[in-house]
């Protein structure tokens, strides 16, 4: 079971991103696939998640600025990014299963991918 995380990279205050997570077929067919992201100095915190159906959660602090999505036929998840501030400045990690608020997850963490957004 395998979910890996790209796409990071560095761009200014108010730019785009959207990050892939590449999930094998198992991990794909978990009920809820994540993303969470930690901070230098903060605890990992849950950002969204999407459901094998298509619902969607977020956190608050989102503020309708990303869009967590799935591609079926490339076992993907995306998480699209907007109007990003400097203090979504953060390594991302996906994720599942898991619950709705991202609680608890069930699978060691992989490597991340790095998202700096300079002011």
């Known amino acids: 079971v395998q979910l890996q995380a790209s796409g990071g990279g560095l761009v200014q205050a108010g730019g785009s991103l959207r990050l892939s997570c590449a999930a094998s077929?198992?991990?794909?067919?978990?009920?809820?696939v994540g993303w969470f992201r930690q901070a230098p100095g903060n605890q990992r915190e849950w950002v969204a998640s999407v459901t094998k159906g298509g619902g969607t959660d977020y956190a608050a602090f989102v503020k309708g600025r990303f869009t967590i999505s799935r591609d079926s036929a490339k076992s993907t998840v995306y998480l699209e990014m907007n109007s990003l501030e400097p203090e979504d400045t953060a390594v991302y990690y996906c994720n599942a299963p898991l619950d709705a608020r991202g609680t608890w997850v069930r699978l060691p963490w992989g490597q991340g991918t790095q998202v700096t957004v300079s002011s």
């Open positions: 077929r198992r991990a794909f067919n978990f009920d809820r």
